[in-house]
């Protein structure tokens, strides 16, 4: 432990270069804004700002990513506040109770208890990440690709099942991603596939265009579809006097913001979009062992404190799969993962071993960006809620301007402009249908590594499936997959046996 | 029903394109291997799914009388959205950056019911400040056109 914090002291010497302090607060400046603009979540927010890294060093280049990353979480809040408006999906919750302290007079106190709860939370959270990290990877060392296989497979039915919808669309996203993820060069043998002779396709699908088309084209597609005068909605800005919470709001706060890190840190950890269900489960949390439950929905602090701490700390934790296994478990970690191979950085157990002054500059940048983001969210609150007052008729243009712009410099090619349009009008069409965008892109990204892991897997145990269930993690990875799996039939089973119980005592 | 019978055409049409590529052996699997499973995966998934929609047996929607109306104007709104964005990547690299982005300006904000005159000032604002911020500052090389921007 003593080596890991030593290891972090050189990281903070990284860290805090002029150079890389200026990417991390470049960062976390334009992820607050990613978040607070409706319309442009964390994911296309990334996707569309990897191009502006390009000419940057990898740890330079991560360390502005990762400040996006929860630069967007601490802004989402804002809008979530101020207008009921989340400005992505893990602030959708801060939504009930924050808007409502924002009609009662009292957005100043939600909005730094927000800040204040993120702080708390994303800085224990990295102590954890500074503690877990080294061991797991060493752990991690041992898995060998049955092992991965079954991971990739866990993660994937995992968050199929956490995604809200029907499980059976969501394994056909993922299913649809991995499809995708085999056009190009064959991983193994190295053979085109699927390319139709197109020199274009033998660089396989540009994920940049999956993900800045199907998250980022696709919902400003369905603000197209709805009515100019349903686009705006109205913005209180508070006073920067009134931002400070009371000693009693504090008081309320601390408990349900310590609850909140340790929810949010362990779903970080788990496949899934981790920062969606930590807010949803400190929130629940917090209303079951509040005194006053009833006040909850009508402006309880403590259902703004929980879900935003939490939502911070599985948002760092979050890291830790993605640095120690190398498999991002939701679909930010996987953008990053897009990120860290075009940088030519491979994340999994190695990563620590063999690129230490990358990993650790890394995670002294959170600290760094938790810092700044505690004093931009406190004092530049107005600032920034008066960016709600630019249309979103004005701002949605701009930001496909943005999204052209940004596809076009990936690769210098207006091929990649059509691929993001494609997938735009194919994130409208699923929205339509009600799937999930995030398995599709996971499947992609993970695919080609899967494909690796499942055929060498069956190299060698020479065509034998029972390597999958002879290894001991793997075959527990499998159990909990296929209790995963299981788990809806149980419950439909257990659903429709039940009024045929009860029928012949009613009659 | 119908996007269960989009992944099911989709899904039999990776494995058939799958069968064009050596398969090999469950010792050594080619590189056919992999997508037929997963094509054969996906029309089993979407199958599912086509019976448990089935078996729900919604009711008809009864549709309010606007609302046919309602879809067609999303429609047409969505339409029109990608036909702008289609021509101005389409003459990206022939009338330049900044024109492009003139044009996916101004019929967007057209799109989203802003003014002729608002839309064509916004748009020659921020046509200008993206080639100042994209291309001079961040040195991004965008297609520079005939004009030489």
């Not at chain 1, 981790?274 to 602090?301: D, L």
């Not at chain 1, 830790?320 to 491979?346: E, M, N, R, S, W």
């Not at chain 1, 406190?378 to 712009?405: S, Y």
Request: charged share 10%.
């Amino acid at each position: 432990m003593l080596e890991s914090f030593q290891l972090l002291m050189s990281g903070f010497a990284t860290a805090l270069t002029l150079q890389n302090l200026a990417y991390c607060l470049s960062g976390a400046l334009v992820g607050t804004f990613v978040g607070i603009l409706p319309g442009l979540g964390p994911i296309a927010g990334i996707a569309l700002l990897i191009p502006v890294t390009f000419g940057l060093n990898a740890t330079s280049a991560l360390i502005m990513l990762a400040g996006i990353y929860y630069g967007a979480m601490y802004g989402g809040s804002t809008t979530s506040i101020l207008m009921n408006v989340p400005g992505e999906t893990a602030s959708v919750i801060t939504c009930i109770d924050g808007y409502k302290m924002a009609q009662q007079g009292r957005a100043g106190p939600a909005l730094s208890i927000a800040a204040i709860g993120s702080f708390i939370g994303g800085t224990i959270a990295i102590f954890g990440l500074v503690l877990i990290a080294p061991p797991l990877a060493r752990a991690a060392l041992a898995f060998g690709p049955p092992e991965f296989a079954s991971l990739m497979v866990f993660a994937f039915v995992v968050l199929s099942n956490v995604t809200g919808g029907s499980l059976v669309k969501a394994l056909m996203m993922v299913v649809v991603g991995l499809v995708l993820g085999t056009i190009g060069l064959d991983p193994v043998t190295g053979n085109e596939r699927f390319t139709f002779g197109s020199a274009y396709l033998l660089g396989a699908i540009e994920f940049v265009a999956v993900a800045i088309g199907v998250f980022g084209l696709g919902e400003i597609l369905v603000n197209a579809a709805k009515p100019p005068q349903q686009l705006e909605g109205s913005v209180t800005v508070p006073r920067l006097r009134e931002l400070y919470p009371s000693l009693e709001d504090l008081k309320r706060s601390m408990g349900a913001i310590l609850r909140g890190t340790g929810i949010g840190f362990f779903t970080g950890l788990i496949p899934g979009p981790a920062p969606v269900i930590a807010t949803y489960g400190s929130y629940t949390v917090e209303k079951r062992i509040s005194k006053h439950p009833e006040q909850f929905g009508k402006g309880a602090i403590e259902g703004v404190a929980g879900p935003e701490t939490a939502n911070n700390a599985a948002t760092q934790s979050a890291f830790i799969p993605l640095f120690v296994i190398g498999i991002p478990f939701g679909p930010v970690p996987a953008i990053l993962l897009g990120a860290l191979l075009i940088h030519g950085v491979t994340p999994g157990p190695l990563l620590i071993a063999e690129r230490p002054e990358l990993f650790w500059a890394v995670v002294a940048s959170m600290y760094i960006g938790n810092s700044i983001l505690l004093l931009l969210n406190l004092p530049f609150v107005p600032l920034f809620a008066n960016m709600l007052r630019v249309p979103k008729k004005v701002l949605l243009p701009l930001i496909v301007l943005f999204c052209v712009t940004g596809m076009y410099s990936v690769n210098n090619s207006v091929l990649d402009i059509w691929m993001m349009l494609g997938f735009g009008a194919l994130g409208y069409v699923l929205r339509g249908w009600a799937y999930e965008g995030a398995p599709l892109l996971l499947g992609l990204v993970l695919g080609p590594k899967l494909e690796v892991a499942f055929r060498q897997s069956l190299m060698i145990s020479h065509g034998d499936f029972g390597i999958f269930v002879e290894r001991p993690v793997s075959l527990a990875l499998l159990v909990v997959t296929v209790a995963f799996l299981l788990y809806p039939l149980f419950k439909l089973a257990y659903r429709s046996l039940r009024p045929k119980a009860t029928t012949p005592a009613s009659q | 029903m119908t996007s269960a019978i989009a992944w099911f055409v989709f899904g039999a049409i990776t494995a058939a394109l799958s069968l064009q590529y050596p398969l090999g052996t469950l010792r050594a699997p080619g590189s056919g291997f992999f997508p037929l499973v997963l094509g054969v995966l996906l029309m089993g998934l979407a199958a599912a799914h086509s019976i448990r929609v089935r078996l729900e047996q919604p009711k008809p929607a009864v549709a309010p009388e606007a609302a046919p109306r309602r879809l067609d104007e999303a429609t047409r709104r969505v339409l029109l959205f990608m036909g702008v964005v289609t021509l101005s990547t389409a003459l990206l690299q022939t009338i330049g950056y900044v024109a492009s982005g003139f044009l996916l300006m101004l019929g967007l904000l057209r799109v989203f019911g802003v003014g002729w005159g608002a839309s064509a000032l916004i748009a020659a604002v921020s046509a200008v400040a993206s080639h100042s911020l994209f291309v001079r500052w961040l040195a991004i090389p965008m297609p520079p056109g005939p004009f030489g921007f």
